[in-house]
């Protein structure tokens, strides 16, 4: 081919480097932990919205909906921005640290459920344990010990507000969003100090 018939003689595009991700109201990533395949979500602002366990893309996929009906449809996979949450909560799991230091954002959870987890997060401290029926009382709604166990089954700040630390008062560890040993698992690493 000669000079004058090359088409591509011309085209020398300056090199971009790699590519600039645009703005978004929502990052997350999905990490799997000591505990579990987990989806991590942040605001622009660093609240976490999630550390929610997300043990296949169906589960993933539902979290994704419920993030972008309740806070924006500008959702993006971008693991960067979850730098914060991710440290936190490798540092709790690996028992160096007595809680999962991020500051939250509770937007998905029900009012009753922010109600809960208010006070299981105030109340309920590292390496102690609690009955669903006890935190009901302290919420100020005895009698409703399977509503706030419903309530701490839909818990989108998992680890981070430790639903983990609600037994039931017949034995046992009861339910849990990341399964019975992901439970077990927590209760043990709690019974050693950091």
Not at 19 to 26: G, H, M, N, S, W
Not at 57 to 82: K, N, Q, Y
């Given at each position: ?26 990052s997350y990533v999905v990490d799997d932990t000591a505990v579990g395949r987990m989806l991590l979500a942040v605001r622009d602002d660093g609240r976490v919205l999630t550390t929610a366990y ?141």
């Amino acid at each position: 081919m000669t000079a004058t018939t090359d088409p591509f003689r011309s085209f020398a595009p300056p090199l971009a480097g790699p590519p600039t991700l645009a703005p978004t109201d929502v990052s997350y990533v999905v990490d799997d932990t000591a505990v579990g395949r987990m989806l991590l979500a942040v605001r622009d602002d660093g609240r976490v919205l999630t550390t929610a366990y997300a043990p296949d893309t169906e589960v993933e996929d539902r979290w994704l909906a419920r993030i972008a009906g309740t806070v924006s449809p500008r959702v993006l996979r971008h693991p960067a921005p979850t730098d914060a949450v991710r440290r936190a909560l490798e540092e709790y799991l690996a028992g160096r640290a007595r809680r999962v230091e991020v500051e939250t954002d509770l937007v998905l959870a029900s009012d009753f459920q922010r109600e809960v987890l208010t006070g299981l997060a105030g109340s309920v401290g590292y390496g102690e344990r609690t009955t669903y029926a006890v935190l009901a009382r302290a919420v100020g709604h005895p009698g409703a010990a399977r509503a706030v166990g419903t309530a701490l089954g839909g818990n989108p700040l998992c680890v981070t507000i430790p639903c983990h630390r609600v037994l039931p008062a017949s034995g046992g560890v009861g339910g849990y969003a990341g399964g019975p040993g992901a439970k077990e698992h927590l209760l043990a690493l709690e019974s050693h100090p950091c």
